[in-house]
């Protein structure tokens, strides 16, 4: 009877103390700096944005957060490398619908996306422009679907790799319009924009944020953008959906995932934190200038959204064909 008695002692008080720990651990975090894992190239939207919203935390935070660069393998390596860490809040993976495509195009990764990492919160949302070379004999997308299915294979598109959303948005345009365009994956979407810029590949969808600069310097045509309605940042371009494709629509997206099994305080904190960031009235007016729209979303909500972005994707990569090595 002593015995049990001490048994149903001890378990009481080990419940006290986790309750009564939690959320201390949530108030004292972070108590050293913590690095945030960008699985890919440096000057992409990813690493732009991670370092935007991570100088702003470390201002409110008074830690540092740190942006770590790791890219490679279409975003597996930086990745595998943050589902191996330990599970406290100090590492974080900045993603992106690459992610959720690779569920399906790279089903023997190291780890699942669902199941090695929790939700912490999602950043932004921003359209793609759909450029081509000056030298492309094309001034809409109509004309480019013409020319496309004139030459089958005749036109190649350029992408920063496998998997990126960029990539996906190019199968799914190939898919809706049913023409035959040669993907030509890079390392970077530094490198696929130069392609595009030198005429090397004839077109690519890119990041609105970098390339509009590009494209009213002339430098390439853009033909059309990619969301479900016009974009502020270049309002006279017409969308893809408008331009003869119904319904089209593919945007680049990104978020802050933890490793599973980060305590559910120090992730509402972050999310709590990184919320804050986004209604700031001063990131909403930058954000918004440079074609990207805040996303707002609890844990919960943010972990729906992956697993419908898992399921829309897959069903784009079952239709491609689309394979790991093109």
């Given at each position: 009877?002593?015995?049990s008695?001490?048994?149903?002692a001890?378990?009481?008080?080990?419940?006290?103390?986790?309750?009564?720990?939690?959320?201390?651990?949530?108030?004292?975090?972070?108590?050293?700096?913590?690095?945030?894992?960008?699985?890919?190239?440096?000057?992409?939207p990813?690493?732009?944005?991670?370092?935007?919203?991570?100088?702003?935390?470390s201002?409110?935070?008074?830690?540092?957060?740190?942006?770590?660069d790791?890219?490679?393998?279409?975003?597996?390596?930086?990745?595998?490398?943050?589902?191996?860490?330990?599970?406290?809040?100090?590492?974080?993976?900045?993603?992106?619908?690459?992610?959720?495509?690779?569920?399906?195009?790279?089903?023997?990764?190291?780890?699942t996306?669902?199941?090695?990492?929790?939700?912490?919160s999602?950043?932004n949302?921003?359209?793609?422009l759909?450029?081509?070379?000056?030298?492309?004999?094309?001034?809409?997308?109509?004309?480019?679907?013409?020319?496309?299915?004139?030459?089958?294979?005749?036109?190649?598109?350029?992408?920063?790799?496998?998997?990126?959303?960029?990539?996906?948005?190019?199968?799914?345009?190939?898919?809706m319009?049913?023409?035959?365009?040669?993907?030509?994956?890079?390392?970077?979407?530094?490198?696929?924009?130069?392609?595009?810029?030198?005429?090397?590949?004839?077109?690519?969808?890119?990041?609105?944020?970098?390339?509009?600069?590009?494209?009213?310097a002339?430098?390439v045509?853009?033909?059309?953008?990619?969301?479900?309605?016009?974009?502020?940042?270049?309002?006279?371009?017409?969308?893809?959906?408008?331009?003869?494709?119904?319904?089209?629509?593919?945007?680049?997206?990104?978020?802050?995932?933890?490793p599973?099994?980060?305590?559910?305080p120090?992730?509402?904190?972050l999310?709590?934190?990184?919320?804050?960031v986004?209604?700031?009235?001063?990131?909403?007016?930058?954000?918004?200038?440079?074609?990207?729209?805040?996303?707002?979303?609890?844990?919960?909500?943010?972990e729906?959204?992956?697993?419908?972005?898992?399921?829309?994707?897959?069903?784009?990569?079952?239709?491609?064909?689309?394979?790991?090595?093109?």
């Amino acid at each position: 009877m002593k015995q049990s008695r001490r048994v149903i002692a001890r378990a009481v008080a080990f419940g006290l103390a986790a309750c009564c720990t939690q959320p201390a651990l949530a108030q004292q975090y972070p108590s050293k700096p913590v690095r945030i894992v960008v699985p890919f190239g440096a000057g992409g939207p990813a690493d732009v944005y991670a370092r935007y919203v991570g100088q702003r935390l470390s201002e409110a935070l008074n830690q540092q957060f740190i942006v770590d660069d790791r890219p490679g393998a279409g975003s597996i390596i930086g990745t595998d490398l943050v589902a191996k860490a330990p599970a406290d809040g100090y590492t974080l993976l900045l993603m992106s619908n690459t992610h959720t495509v690779n569920e399906s195009l790279v089903p023997k990764k190291p780890f699942t996306l669902m199941k090695d990492f929790v939700p912490v919160s999602p950043l932004n949302d921003s359209d793609l422009l759909l450029v081509v070379h000056p030298t492309v004999p094309a001034k809409s997308v109509k004309e480019l679907i013409a020319l496309a299915k004139a030459k089958p294979k005749g036109l190649n598109y350029a992408s920063s790799g496998t998997g990126t959303p960029y990539h996906m948005a190019g199968e799914l345009f190939k898919s809706m319009a049913q023409v035959d365009i040669v993907h030509v994956p890079h390392k970077s979407s530094g490198e696929a924009r130069t392609s595009v810029m030198s005429g090397q590949v004839e077109m690519m969808m890119d990041a609105i944020t970098t390339m509009a600069p590009i494209a009213r310097a002339g430098r390439v045509r853009a033909l059309a953008t990619t969301g479900l309605k016009r974009s502020n940042v270049m309002p006279e371009i017409r969308t893809v959906a408008e331009s003869g494709v119904p319904g089209y629509e593919a945007t680049i997206w990104l978020g802050v995932m933890a490793p599973a099994g980060t305590p559910k305080p120090v992730v509402d904190r972050l999310n709590a934190e990184i919320v804050k960031v986004l209604k700031r009235p001063d990131v909403k007016k930058a954000w918004n200038e440079q074609g990207a729209e805040p996303l707002i979303m609890s844990p919960a909500e943010f972990e729906k959204y992956l697993n419908r972005d898992i399921a829309k994707w897959a069903k784009v990569v079952k239709i491609s064909g689309a394979s790991p090595d093109r």
